[in-house]
């Protein structure tokens, strides 16, 4: 398959752009400007947030996977299993995000039950909570295997990819995001830890097009 600059580059800022709409529904659910407490925001969203925020999982998932190709074609060089195991990884953990943040609708509307009916909102988002959760360990196995299997690769210049690209490689940012968000308050905490798991995408995406921006072929069909 022939892939030109101009693809490859609209396929990156795509994935970027998914992150983008799913961060856009993190804040619709958890953005208060008075408070930082993310369940009682859920409580006091309104419906119309709600539901445009289950939207935006949907779009996102669509956006992410139209992504995914970019990162694919960066693994053209590699054999056969190797690439085909990161599409299905990418593809199982971005088709993840889509799902785990639908089913954050479960938590939002519990909160917002607890709070038009003063009930006791952690406990009224317990279920809901745990059922969330159950769902991310599905995604934590495949997410270290990816990890291995991308940084391996790059490092070794299997792919078209730089090796400065797995600075920006989710893992990384995913194991400072206790200390990044240990020392933000406010707002600011809100933006940047409420939408950290999508503004980690945003910024893999978007290196992972400037890093095969000027790439010099994209027509990989002897590999």
Same mark, same amino acid.
């Given at each position: 398959?022939?892939?030109?600059?101009?693809?490859?580059?609209?396929?990156?800022?795509?994935?970027?752009?998914?992150?983008?709409?799913?961060?856009?529904?993190?804040?619709?659910? +958890? +953005?208060?400007?008075?408070?930082?407490?993310?369940?009682?925001?859920?409580? &006091?969203? *309104?419906?119309?947030?709600?539901?445009? *925020?289950?939207? %935006?999982?949907? /779009?996102?998932? !669509?956006? +992410?996977?139209?992504?995914?190709?970019?990162?694919?074609?960066?693994?053209?060089?590699?054999?056969?299993?190797?690439? &085909?195991?990161?599409?299905?990884?990418?593809?199982?953990?971005?088709? $993840?995000?889509?799902?785990?943040?639908?089913?954050? @609708?479960?938590?939002?509307?519990?909160?917002?039950?607890?709070?038009?009916?003063? #009930?006791?909102?952690?406990?009224?988002?317990?279920?809901? %909570?745990?059922?969330?959760? @159950? #769902?991310?360990?599905?995604?934590?196995? =495949?997410?270290? #295997?990816?990890?291995?299997?991308?940084?391996?690769?790059?490092?070794?210049?299997?792919? /078209?990819?730089?090796?400065?690209?797995?600075?920006?490689?989710? /893992?990384?940012?995913?194991?400072?995001?206790?200390? =990044?968000?240990?020392? #933000?308050?406010?707002? =600011? !905490?809100?933006?940047?830890c409420g939408g950290y798991l999508n503004l980690i995408l @945003? =910024?893999?995406? %978007? $290196? *992972?097009?400037?890093?095969?921006?000027?790439?010099? *072929?994209?027509?990989?069909?002897?590999?």
């Amino acid at each position: 398959m022939k892939m030109n600059k101009f693809c490859i580059r609209i396929l990156g800022i795509l994935g970027a752009l998914g992150g983008l709409i799913l961060f856009s529904g993190d804040m619709l659910f +958890y +953005y208060d400007p008075g408070n930082t407490n993310l369940t009682e925001n859920m409580g &006091n969203a *309104s419906d119309f947030r709600i539901i445009s *925020s289950a939207v %935006t999982a949907l /779009l996102a998932a !669509w956006f +992410y996977m139209l992504g995914v190709v970019q990162i694919y074609h960066a693994f053209k060089p590699t054999k056969p299993i190797i690439k &085909n195991t990161i599409l299905i990884c990418f593809a199982a953990i971005l088709i $993840a995000y889509g799902v785990i943040h639908g089913a954050y @609708v479960a938590i939002a509307t519990s909160a917002r039950l607890a709070t038009e009916n003063n #009930l006791n909102i952690n406990e009224a988002v317990s279920l809901a %909570t745990e059922a969330n959760n @159950v #769902l991310r360990l599905f995604v934590y196995p =495949i997410f270290g #295997l990816l990890s291995i299997i991308f940084i391996i690769q790059v490092w070794k210049r299997k792919t /078209l990819y730089p090796r400065w690209i797995i600075l920006f490689f989710p /893992l990384v940012p995913f194991l400072i995001q206790g200390f =990044i968000c240990k020392n #933000l308050s406010g707002n =600011i !905490w809100i933006i940047i830890c409420g939408g950290y798991l999508n503004l980690i995408l @945003v =910024i893999f995406f %978007t $290196a *992972s097009t400037i890093a095969l921006w000027n790439i010099k *072929s994209l027509n990989l069909n002897n590999k």
